[in-house]
């Protein structure tokens, strides 16, 4: 199945009315950080000669990769008063 640029337009048209624009607008927020991410830590950590750049940009990804995963230590509650 070819997609052509006037379906890709209706099915990106179609799924802006479902989300509604605030939705979108977080989705395409967090995809382009997700590709930034991508781009500028996860590509270098594999692709540079010098293992200083690697090991930096691995040091980043794993900072990411800590604070992106859940907790093992149940956080603290705030009580709400009545």
Same mark, same amino acid.
């Given at each position: 199945? *070819? =997609?052509?640029?006037? *379906?890709?337009? *209706?099915? $990106? ?15 395409? &927020? ?6 930034? $991410?991508?781009? @500028? &830590?996860?590509?270098? #950590? $594999?692709?540079? /000669? ?5 090991? #930096?940009?691995? =040091? &980043?990804?794993?900072? $990411?990769?800590? @604070?992106?995963?859940?907790?093992? =230590?149940? +956080? +603290? /509650?705030?009580?709400? =008063?009545?």
């Amino acid at each position: 199945m *070819t =997609t052509t640029p006037e *379906t890709l337009c *209706t099915n $990106i048209t179609a799924l802006a009315d479902q989300l509604g624009s605030t939705s979108l607008i977080a989705l395409i &927020v967090t995809g382009g950080l997700a590709l930034l $991410i991508f781009g @500028f &830590v996860v590509l270098p #950590a $594999i692709w540079s /000669r010098h293992p200083y750049r690697r090991r #930096a940009a691995a =040091t &980043v990804l794993q900072l $990411i990769l800590t @604070f992106l995963r859940p907790s093992k =230590t149940p +956080r +603290r /509650r705030i009580r709400q =008063t009545p």
